[in-house]
């Protein structure tokens, strides 16, 4: 019996110590790859020295003697800090993942490489001008530059997760940096989505409900469509949605195809004499954040702001002589076309003046641990043919037809890049608006202030449709008729803009921006019809604003949906409850609303009220809609406000809705809106407890920055998530946009990685922050320090004095020329 103890303490204690040299191994391994910040390098590729200063939060700061060297040494410092991501980004637009994570991701290599979102990139290298050019290659030098350090130096194969995944890197190149502009627009337009949406809903239902369902955002309205069913016959009617909607998957649901918030105060409203500048754009939340801060000096003065990993560009920040920030547009860029199959030959697709081939080539993808698979690419003359399986075609499309797409981002003289290069040189608003003529996509709405001035310009291509368009461009439509087709694009100067307006102050929050009859519209599709309000009020409850106000407005939690619906929701609830023992649903019911009643709609981490209303507002939604709707209702993950309140005050019969078609009892909406009431608080709790009052909307409104491929891995999930508890909501100006699905709706998902606020009267003082860190590497004290400060509101300096970056030095990284 003792020798077999003592066996047995044998095995344990060499157990125990493999698994402690195990994780000094791993250690080991992974630490290889942080960076030492004071470190001199020699390179191939620039003509002078290049100084990188990384200050106190590891912000980089560029300094060279050339603007190539100055791009250079952006590349060096991105890849320095990013190398996985930037690997990760540029093989999701190649359509190239499956080498790394086998069959379960085919799919989405398979819709990338439909897209062809690559190869046009390839194509638009040509189309740049020689500037834009000589930055893209030498920013890819640098990146280059890092990847030869990182093998001549053994440091850790550049970023811990290339152990797990150790397939060669190829060098970068400036089709590399276009094709994630590509990318990008493809993660920000939604439009696509909305018209299948749409094309589905249609035929389920009559166009009245429609109206209801899908509302247009208020304003002059438009003229009748025909129905879906009338263009299709043969479409199908109830099929389930075949979207995977995976954490690598650039596409997401719909209403989560980007939004911000940007606003200027021009001098005359700023008690600080100089204009003001507020931007938070948002994007998906990920572990590291898709954005990183950096600063580079170029020969026209230093720029500073947001950068993403793999691309050269401040896309939102400032100059010492201007400022600049984006907000998605919502401009209608992409269209749906059903192409009619030849009966006779299936490899010909009819058009206006007859059947005609496809253009095809073959596409092989690679897949670990599995056979290559060989795509057969099609184009028609309106775009690329996308499979059924790809944003739920299959459920639009009748036998006989395939579905193209149409969109802006497909173009082969993307010159996007080159716009965003200019726009940091601009001295001036006209120069800056000048330099947004050659953005292609996405379409943005970009806010510029001067130090005494302020302005508004939608930059992006806009499709040019015919007045007869059978669907205006709302659901897909047939490809063989020529009026359906694009007629080219509009003139850039027809894009809205606003320039010092009289009352001194502009901003976007997704809303719409103009009222103009189609196809001079813009967009049917806005993202915002809420959060709008809020903001108005708060610009125009002061005289003048300053640094601080904007902040305020920023941070700002306050629901004005909230404040909207309930009073009409719960218009005969209120007080109604008679008294009832505690425990009792009825008691339940009776303490809710009596904390709803008192609530003024902050959607605070720390109060029950916030979780009772989303809760209550998500079940009652799902009510009105379930039983019409049957499988279709899992596509509205969000509330709509203004279907809700189209219900509640029976706009054009919209309160037909409420009534439960399946029984034969009439409910009405207040039953509807007692019972889903009572849902809410059941599923409160069995989820987060009985007692109402000890409910905490922060402890279901998490910021998820999870990392995208190790995230959901046991243990490592540990050391590489960043979870925190936020306030905030969907309609919220501090916009938490909850995940709206599965066991935990209520998470936050989306939201402003990034915020800046300017102010040119003391440039100096202008602040910034990002949702995690500037460093991709989880042992790195650079990797989340940047988190706690933004889940609590707070910002860092952002300067381009040279001596203050330099005095506040955690080190400085010296790039010599090679001889």
Known sequence: MATVFRWLLRIVSGMILLSVLGVIGVYYLASRSLLDYDAAHTVQGIDGEVEIVRDTHSVPHVFGQSDADVFFGLGFAHAQDRLWQMTMLRRTAQGRLSELFGSRTLKIDEMMRRLDLYPLAVQSVAAQDARTLAALEAYSAGVNAWLETVNTEALGRGAPELFLFSNEIAPWQPADSIALVKLMALQLSGQLESEVLRARISLVLPPERVRDILPDVPGEGIASLPEYAALFPTAPRFAASTMDYSPLNPVQPRGFAGASNAWAAAPSRSASGGALLANDPHLGFSAPSIWYLARMELSTGGVIGGTIPGIPVILSGRSAALGWGITTAYVDDQDIFIERLNPENPGEYETPTGFKPFRTRSSIIQIKDAAPKTIALRWTENGPVLTGEHFNLATVTPPGHVAALSW?????????????????????????????????????????????????????AVPRRDVRHQSQGRFPSPGWIATNRWQGRMPYASNP???????????????????????????????????????????????????????????????????????????????????????????RRKQALDLLA????????????????????????????????????????????????????????????????QSTRVESCTDIARMALDDALIWTQETYGPAIGSLRWGDAHEATHDHQVLGTVPVLSAFVNIRQSTSGGDNTLQRGLTKGSGPDPF?????????????????????????????????????????????????????????????AAEGVTVLRPAE
Request: with cysteine; hydrophobic share 40%.
């Open 747 to 807: 998470l936050n998902v989306h939201g402003a990685g990034y915020r800046g606020v300017y102010d040119f009267a003391d440039p100096d003082s202008s602040v910034f922050i990002i949702s995690t860190g500037q460093s991709g590497h989880p042992l790195s004290r650079h990797y989340d320090d940047l988190g706690e400060l933004w889940r609590r509101g707070e910002y860092i300096p952002m300067s381009l004095d040279p001596a203050l970056a330099r005095a």
């Open 408 to 460: 802006t981002a497909l173009s082969p003289r993307d010159t996007s890049i080159g716009a965003a290069l200019d726009l940091m040189r601009a001295q001036s608003i006209e120069a800056a608006i000048e330099a947004g003529e050659r953005h292609i996509a996405p379409a943005q709405n970009l806010t510029l202030v001067e130090p005494g001035r302020i302005a508004m310009k939608t930059i992006g």
């Open 598 to 661: 008192e609530w003024n709609g902050e959607m605070n981490e720390h109060l029950p009220e916030p979780l009772i209303y989303a809760a209550w507002m998500r079940a009652l939604q799902n009510r009105l809609i379930r039983d019409e709707l049957g499988p279709l209702a899992a596509e509205f993950r969000h509330i709509d406000p203004v279907f809700i309140e189209r219900v509640f005050r029976d706009t054009d019969g919209a309160s037909a809705w409420c009534n439960v078609v």
């Open 497 to 587: 803009e606003f320039l010092d307006p009289e009352g001194g102050i502009l901003g976007n929050t997704n809303n719409k921006t103009v009222n103009r009859p189609f196809p001079d519209h813009i967009s049917f599709t806005w993202g915002d019809t809420q959060r709008i309000y809020r903001w108005q009020r708060l610009m125009q409850n002061r005289e003048v604003h300053t640094r601080e106000s904007f902040i305020e407005a920023q941070l700002d939690t306050v629901s004005f949906t909230a404040r909207a619906l309930l009073p009409l929701v719960a218009k005969d609830l209120w007080f109604t409850g008679e008294a009832a023992p505690e425990g009792t649903v009825e008691q």
